[in-house]
Each structure stands twice: as C-alpha cells, then as structure tokens.
C-alpha cells in the first residue's frame, strides 16, 4: 500500500511481539494520575469517546534474507493515537493483549487448544465474540457481574475514528500528537474540592433516580434543590438542627449502602468508577465521605472543606453504614449515659459541625505551624497575625473524647445555636454548661489540646466507662492478647519471607517483558523508608518479649 499511515519493519514476530509488549508496559508506567480505575470505569459505564487509531503495516523480511526460516509475514493492525489507555483497558476485559490483537491470538483462547496462533482477525474476533456471548448468557442467568463477558458488555461495541491512509505522515502525526498533547497540558477545568465533592454527591444521586432507586422530590432535597422541609418524611415542626440532621444521615446512608442494598451497591459503583465493596480503599472511602460532607454543607450558609470527614475506617465503609434512627434530640440527650449514641454524634456529626462554625478545618498537610491572619493578636506594628495550629479532624474528636462532658456541651450548643439562629455558639465549661464568649478554633485548640502523635491510624474506640458488657478480666485479657501477640509475631515472619520472593520475580518477569524499570524510582524509595522504619521498631521488641518471661517482682 503506497500511503500507509505507519509501516515498519522487524526482524521476525517474536521481536514484534516484544516490542509491542514494551510499548503497552511502559505505556501503563507512564499512564496520568487518574482519580478513578479506568478499566472499572470502562466495564461499569462503557466508553463515551471515541479513540483515533491510524492504519499499522509490520513487516518481517523475506525468508531468505532472514535466514530465520520463517515465510515474509505483514502484520495489520490499528495504532491508538488517541485514548491508548482505553484502548489497552479495553482488550484487557476481553482477556487479549495489544500483541495478540497484532500478531495473532493462540488458538488455546479461542477454545481450540494446540499452540498454533490464529492471525486472521475474521476469524479469531468471531470466536472471541461466540465466546463471550456465551459466558454473558451464562452470567446473566447466574446473576454472575464478576464474569469476563459481563464485565466486558459495555464495551462490545465503541465508536472509533480511523485513518486508513495519509500521504503526508509527518504532518499527521503533527497534528495527532499536538491535539493529544494539550488535552495534557490543559486539562479540564480544576474546581474548589468543595464544588468538585458536591458534583460528585449529585452524580450519585442521579444515578439512583434513574435507576427508579430514589424519586425525584427526594434526590432534590438531597442534592439542595429543594428546601429541608420537602424531604418525604420529615417529622412536622421539625427545628433546623433537626432537619439538618435527618438530611446529612439520609446522604450519609445512601453514599454507604449496606450488603443488602445491592441496587444501591451497583448503582454507585458505576458512578464512581470504583472496584468491588471488598476491595474499597482509603482513597474511595474518603471521595464519598467527601461527597456527603460537601452536600451536607449546602443546607449551612458557608461551605467548608469536605476532607473533614476523612475520619471513617475503611472497614466500616466497606460493610455499610446504618445509624440508629433516633433523632437528633434523643441522641444528644442520650449521649450522656449511652455510648453508642455518643459515638454517632462524635463520628457522624461533629466533623461537619465544628467545620460550620469555623471550629475546626481539615488539615493542610505537612507544614508545621501555619501563619495566617486572624483576630486573636498583634504584633507591634499592628499586623494581625496568629500561629494556626496543624492537626486532623480525627485527632480532635480524640481529644473531645478525652472529655466526653464538655464536648457533648459544646455538640448540644451548636445545636441550639442553629436553632436559633446564631452566628457563633458559645464556649462551654469544664461541666457542660455555655459561659461567655464565642466557641472559636482557638478556644478549642485549648480546652480540647491536641493528642500527642502515635504511629499508626488513629482508631476511635468505645468509651471504656461505658456499662453494657461485663469488663473482661484480667486473665481473660492475658490469653487473649498472648494469642494476638503470637499470631502478629507468625504474619511478620511469614511476610519477611515472602518480600525477597516477589522481588526475584518481579525482577524475572520484568526482565523477560523488557521493562528496564518495573517500579518508579520515587516509590521504590518510599517503601524503603517504610522498610528502614519498621526495621528500627523491631529492635526493641525481642527485649520487650523477653521480659514477660521473667517473673515480675
């Protein structure tokens, strides 16, 4: 063909099966920084945009020139030159790879058995199709989503641009990578992560409306288009604290839907682009905490920074969220005695509330003491200048934990504070009761200092005053905490072992698929440092070991 958009010659398939082989490995090395799995996003919502793909002639060298034995061979295939990433994601829910796409699928795919490879896409696509039309039937009747054929069915059939021929390739690829690379360099617009976390929340929503989840009347008071009042069920003569309340629990409970709740399960997974619940990480957890948080905020009149609901463990989230369903009033009345309902107002109230008052901000990272103009001092010339002090969310519900009487004053405060309209509440004594003056992030940095670091996640435990269960005794809690100690001390070692093993074969594989560098250089250090770490907290643990089995005096 005389205007081939791309032709190029190798040495034999096998050389064209690796080079391809490189090319796909370093295009995943090298892929942008998604806020989303792409192959997920592609099997839960199908592909939207079309890809670019040029005509590709590979051609090996007569036999005779070679001296391989192997026959010339012309390889035809569609170079991506747009959407690469979809394109690889694509042939990886049909269970190919871009070689076998290129240069032939083994016959052992196609149901056939033997090693022989077919390189005729007439016929392989229509086995690969028999095939997954197959599995797809059997995954419907079986109610199977993790099935290949079921997760590949949103991307059977995708829209795509071709160009069969240029007789100018160099002002083709001008122009193709020119496009590609602004998308790059400009991407779409950057939103404040308020406005970002509250279009997500109504993503979500709208999916359950148009899954006949949700009705319209109820999506709109979610999502802020409607007033409080109009929520289906809101109890009459409801205060606005109250009506807040029954609100954000509604959002919370609908962005963390229970086992049960497959519907919902599926219906969010699909908006969010996100893996299995099982399979849920830090990462995702917090994009739906941020989400309810941002959509809470549109019933306050000032938003604040969704990331100060980052505080709910990953288990939790996986498993579902299912509050009690005792109103607002009851839970700050009970709190005083009851732990469970003291739990619900620290965890699933106070990071909004302190954030809507100005009380509490999310935290800004690794800067130390932040400068920042306010109104509590000044300097001689008169500049307005305070140190802000750095500390999470979930170390302050720590410290409010630390003195349960005080911090459920100053949650009842707030409460009344939105009841009555104003702007600010008000501090609260070492009793419970208000004093004078406004409840500002100062005050509290104060009365509830912030918790000396510790390593690890931060876990918000039971309040150890509360009555329900019997207190387990001492030599119970010596057994059990002897097992626990052997047991972490058994994973340890296993895991040791198990490090140099996955090095060797990454080493291997990577060798053997010609990637010069499996892992980036940046990660490689980070794990290193973590390696470094751990290596310093083991040195004192053998003493500390051997300590318990001398006799104490």
Not at 64 to 73: F, N, V, W
Not at 423 to 437: M, N, S, W, Y
Not at 446 to 464: T, Y
Request: net charge negative.
């Amino acid at each position: 063909m005389a205007f081939a958009a791309l032709r190029t010659e190798v040495a034999s398939r096998a050389d064209l099966i690796a080079v391809v082989e490189r090319a796909a490995n370093e295009l995943g090395t090298r892929d942008g920084d998604r806020p989303y799995d792409l192959q997920e996003d592609l099997a839960l919502n199908g592909q939207i945009e079309p890809c670019l793909y040029v005509a590709q002639q590979a051609v090996t060298p007569a036999e005779d020139a070679s001296g391989s034995g192997e026959p010339q061979q012309d390889f035809w295939g569609w170079a991506a030159v747009r959407g690469n990433n979809r394109t690889m994601a694509r042939q990886s829910l049909f269970g190919l790879t871009s070689a076998e796409v290129l240069t032939g699928v083994p016959m052992e795919k196609l149901g056939a058995g033997g090693h022989d490879v077919s390189v005729n896409p007439s016929f392989w696509s229509k086995r690969v199709s028999d095939q997954l039309n197959e599995e797809l039937s059997r995954a419907v009747a079986d109610d199977d989503v993790s099935a290949r054929a079921y997760r590949a069915r949103m991307v059977a059939v995708v829209d795509s641009d071709l160009v069969i021929g240029s007789p100018t390739p160099k002002r083709l690829y001008q122009i193709v990578q020119t496009s590609n690379r602004r998308d790059h360099v400009h991407p779409p617009l950057q939103f404040k992560p308020n406005d970002r976390a509250r279009a997500l929340g109504r993503t979500i929503i709208g999916a359950y409306v148009n899954e006949g989840i949700l009705d319209p009347v109820t999506a709109d008071v979610l999502t802020g288009d409607l007033p409080l009042s109009e929520l289906p069920g809101m109890p009459v003569g409801a205060t606005i604290s109250v009506q807040r309340d029954i609100r954000s629990m509604r959002l919370l409970t609908e962005f963390f839907p229970t086992e049960t709740e497959t519907a919902r399960r599926r219906a969010i997974r699909a908006s969010l682009s996100e893996p299995p619940p099982s399979q849920l990480n830090r990462e995702h957890v917090n994009q739906r905490l941020r989400a309810w948080s941002a959509l809470t905020s549109v019933s306050f009149s000032t938003p604040w920074n969704p990331r100060v609901a980052d505080v709910l463990d990953v288990k939790t989230a996986r498993e579902g969220i299912a509050p009690s369903e005792r109103i607002l009033t009851d839970l700050l009345e009970d709190a005083e005695t009851d732990v469970v309902a003291f739990d619900e107002l620290l965890l699933y109230r106070a990071p909004n509330w302190l954030a809507a008052f100005d009380i509490v901000e999310a935290d800004r990272g690794s800067m130390g003491a932040q400068r920042v103009h306010a109104a509590a001092s000044e300097d001689e010339d008169g500049e307005e200048v305070a140190l802000r002090i750095r500390r999470g969310t979930a170390n302050a519900l720590k410290a409010m934990r630390a003195d349960r009487t005080r911090a459920l004053g100053l949650l009842r405060e707030i409460a009344a504070t939105m009841d009555e309209g104003r702007d600010q509440p008000r501090r609260i004594d070492a009793e419970g009761d208000t004093v004078e003056g406004e409840a500002s992030r100062d005050w509290f940095n104060e009365v509830f200092p912030k918790a000396a670091a510790v390593r690890g996640r931060i876990v918000i435990k039971a309040d150890p005053g509360a009555t329900a269960p019997p207190p387990e005794s001492d030599t119970a809690a010596v057994a059990r905490l002897l097992r626990e100690i052997a047991a972490t001390i058994d994973g340890l070692q296993e895991g040791v072992k198990l490090v140099p093993e996955f090095l060797d074969e990454v080493r291997a594989h990577a060798r053997a698929a010609g990637i010069g560098r499996p892992m980036p250089e940046a990660r490689a250090a980070e794990l290193v440092v973590q390696l470094t770490q751990i290596s310093i907290d083991l040195r004192e643990l053998p003493e500390m070991v051997l300590s318990l089995g001398r006799e104490s005096g």
